[in-house]
């Protein structure tokens, strides 16, 4: 039971991440909404899965929003750059890992093709 409840909690605090990911980097807002994005911060620093969660949760809303509401990528650039100069060694380990970095540079080109299809037409 005990690891029953264990998953529902880190169920939980994942979803936290999500709903405030989402939050910080809604279309809607007029521009960054910074005192969010510095919560985000602590509670990546103040609890043991916080980087590896907030990583999933920027990773999921970068790809799901990549060539579609540059708005909200932007918000969420800001997130992680955010999060990079104020979070420790744990988060900065998985924002350097390879495979989150590919993703990055993938969605900067897709982000750049985008644009100069827009440009040209």
Not at 23 to 39: C, F, P, Y
Not at 45 to 69: F, H, M, S, V, Y
Not at 103 to 108: A, M, S, Y
Request: charged letters at 20%; a negative charge.
């Amino acid at each position: 039971m005990f690891l029953d409840d264990t998953l529902a909690v880190a169920d939980v605090v994942c979803h936290c991440y999500s709903l405030f990911t989402e939050q910080a980097t809604d279309a809607s807002l007029a521009s960054e909404n910074w005192a969010l994005n510095m919560e985000i911060c602590d509670i990546i620093n103040d609890t043991e899965d916080g980087p590896k969660d907030a990583i999933k949760a920027i990773r999921k809303r970068l790809t799901q929003n990549a060539g579609k509401n540059y708005t909200v990528v932007m918000y969420t650039l800001t997130v992680l750059e955010t999060c990079v100069k104020n979070c420790g060694k744990r988060f900065h380990i998985l924002a350097c890992n390879k495979e989150f970095v590919q993703e990055l540079v993938k969605l900067i080109g897709m982000l750049q093709v985008t644009y100069i299809c827009f440009s040209v037409k």
